[in-house]
């Protein structure tokens, strides 16, 4: 999805283009992060030459896969090849077990001895890794792997892990860093034994801290003597016994890193960047708002909690909007399926168009010609007309759109040498039926809060016209993502966001004037919302900064509680314009725990800045500015 602009507004926030809502039943979800941060691949050793002599000598491939995950959801797996002690490269085949056979699936290109491999957890699935390539020690036999089962669970209502931050992710050698754990689950506190662990060898992780939660909370005070990986493991409940999992993957918080500081030092080759959430965090979180919905929280109890000071009232607003359809075609064509239709120029037909044929919209200097094409592809010319409207009492489908359109009118005119379509229909109900921000299998109130903001959304940002595209609103990140009737025409649940819409119609967020507001959403926050002023400039009333456990529930099924992003260090000293960077680190954070100011220093120790979360988050191209800790390797 497409960033939000690095523009911000001035007096009244214009509207931002906002970024990623979560998957929806017609677009691919973005891709599931693992619970945990991959660590940077280790330098690797020189290499030496392995005789082969005894079987202590045979190559070591290991393969490591959580025991559970939940159902439907990605496991990360990771892969280890090495040979007396030394890292291997090559590739490594991963099979399945399916009816007593094993199939091969995926090849995996190891990297200084390790690899990594995304497994699709749609049931209980027996895995096991073999050797493929041996670029490293060719000579060396590697036997294959044990084999490991990944179990499907379905019951991610009782899944909940601690969250752990950090008093500095950026410290001086040998100083201490507070640590704060926190534990909840659906929103309360969760009172239970947790551990800090740390992880500085690459290989496994050792306790350093025990503790408890009180009201949800625990901290542990730990001097860092070097660049290491830290995480919260949850060991057992007493104010939820039997209610969560503890002792599990679901237990462990997601890493962060803390780095020992130096002057200068050795330029790095590469960066990971770990982080959570996805989108601007202003206003409502979509996914935090379905775990509210799960959690019995009704869609006007969900709004007014992430839109601070406002009510929901009754308002018979509705006017006709134009939506601009995006088309990858210079010459697009309009299919008629399910029914006919007709073409029309001065609100006057022209033409009646049969269930099965087309009419190709081309550019003529200012007019658009309008031809009727037959399935040998002849064309007929129906109209040439400044604009051509086009009805149907079925289906429209145009060539290269992101949905279908049956619902008010296709109008095309000429705007800079081409086509350009916007679907002309009702604000209010219509539509709103053809929003595609969230999946229409949610829970009913998460889908009513979904329809009331994206009703404010429309009902704000709709006033100005907008002369690039003939338009109120685009069809994508820009404004709201709309399908038309693909949305509202989904199998099995496209009745259910249908009727989220019917039971919210006319109903509005409105402020202490009772003005609409502005209801900005994104997909998830890393745990707080952000105040506006520090994402964009001006400061809103109702856009506050609020606590936001409930996108860090995995109850909600929302993929972006954890996420890493590996970015080349060229990459990053262009960004900053330095000839190389040697540390990188947050030097700032919003209200929210955005990342504010990001510092990158120079092996001879200049330094650079970059300044606004949104900034962050357009260079490096990350899910979001929430930015958990930084790794360099």
């Known amino acids: ?11 009244a926030p214009a509207p931002p283009a906002r970024p990623a809502a979560p998957p929806t039943q017609t677009h691919a979800a973005p891709p599931a992060s693992p619970a945990g941060v991959p660590q940077a691949p280790p330098t690797p050793a020189p290499a030496r030459a392995v005789p082969v002599q005894a079987a202590s000598d045979r190559g070591y491939l290991h393969f490591q896969a959580p ?9 990360t797996c990771r892969i280890q090849w090495e040979v007396a002690g030394q890292p291997v490269n090559g590739i490594v085949r991963i099979q399945e077990r399916l009816d007593g056979t094993w199939l091969d699936i995926a090849d995996v290109t190891m990297r200084s001895g390790r690899g990594t491999w995304i497994a699709d957890v749609d049931s209980t699935r027996t895995y096991r890794a073999l050797p493929v390539v ?35 992710y950026f410290i001086s050698e040998g100083a201490k860093v507070t640590f704060t754990a926190k534990w909840l689950y659906r929103g309360k506190r969760v009172t239970g034994k947790v551990r800090l662990q740390v992880n500085d060898s690459g290989n496994s992780w050792r306790t350093v801290a025990r503790g408890a939660t009180a009201k949800g909370k625990a901290t542990f005070k730990v001097a860092v003597s070097a660049s290491a990986k830290y995480r919260v493991v949850g060991v057992s409940t007493s104010s939820h016994k039997g209610r969560i999992r503890v002792g599990s993957t679901y237990a462990s918080s997601p890493i962060l890193f803390v780095s020992a500081k130096a002057k200068g030092g050795t330029p790095k080759d590469s960066f990971v960047i770990a982080g959570s959430g996805y989108g601007h965090g202003v206003g409502m979180s979509q996914y935090g708002a379905q775990a509210q919905a799960l959690a019995g929280r009704s869609a006007e109890q969900i709004l007014t909690y992430y839109y601070t000071g406002t009510r929901v009232t009754d308002n018979a607003i509705d006017q006709a909007i134009r939506i601009q359809i995006g088309t990858s075609s210079a010459s697009p ?40 094409v037959d399935g040998a ?17 079925g289906v429209m489908k145009v060539t290269g759109a992101r949905g279908t359109y049956k619902r008010g ?56 016209f907008k002369p690039d595209c003939g338009c109120n609103l685009y069809d994508d990140t820009r404004s709201q993502v709309y399908t038309g009737w693909s949305k509202e025409n989904e199998a099995t649940f496209g009745a259910a966001w249908k009727a989220a819409v019917d039971a919210t119609a006319g109903k509005l967020v409105v402020d202490s004037a009772g003005q609409p507001i502005n209801a900005y959403y994104s997909s998830s926050s890393g745990g707080r919302t952000e105040n506006s002023e520090d994402v ?14 409930w996108s860090l529930d995995p109850a909600s099924g929302n993929p972006n509680i954890a996420w890493t992003k590996t970015v080349d260090a060229s990459t990053v000293a262009a960004a900053f314009g330095l000839p190389d960077v040697a540390t990188l680190r947050v030097g700032e954070r919003t209200a929210g725990g955005n990342a504010k100011v990001l510092e990158a220093t120079s092996s001879s120790g200049s330094t650079a800045r970059i300044v606004r979360a949104e900034e962050i988050r357009r260079v490096f191209e990350l899910k979001s500015a929430h930015i958990t800790g930084i790794q360099a390797s």
Do not use: C, H, M
């Not at 129906?382 to 409207?389: D, K």
């Open 333 to 372: 064509t309009v299919s008629f399926d399910d029914g006919g239709g007709t073409v029309a120029v001065d609100g006057t037909a022209v033409a009646t168009i049969a269930a099965g044929e087309k009419v190709r919209l081309t550019a003529a200097g200012g007019s658009v010609v309008a031809e009727r």
């Open 134 to 168: 041996n670029t490293t020690y060719p000579d060396v036999p590697t036997a294959g792997s044990a084999v490991r089962k990944i179990a499907a669970r379905q019951v991610p209502s009782k899944f909940s892990a601690p969250i752990v931050s950090a008093s500095s």
């Open 67 to 75: 025991k559970f995950a939940e159902l439907d959801s990605e496991a």
């Open 1 to 11: 999805p497409a960033a939000a602009p690095a523009a911000a507004p001035t007096a």
């Open 377 to 393: 592809g002849a064309a007929t010319a129906l109209a040439s007309a400044g604009e051509v409207a086009l009805t149907t009492d």
């Open 536 to 549: 964009w400039s001006a400061a809103v009333p109702y856009a506050r900064s609020v606590d936001d456990p």
């Open 409 to 464: 009118s296709l109008q095309a005119t000429v705007i800079a040498g081409a086509v350009n379509i916007v679907n002309r229909v009702g604000l209010n109900q219509a539509y709103l039926y053809g929003l595609a921000e969230v999946p229409s299998s949610w829970a009913p109130a998460a889908l009513q809060a979904q329809a009331i903001a994206a009703r404010n959304y429309a009902v704000v940002n709709s006033a100005t």
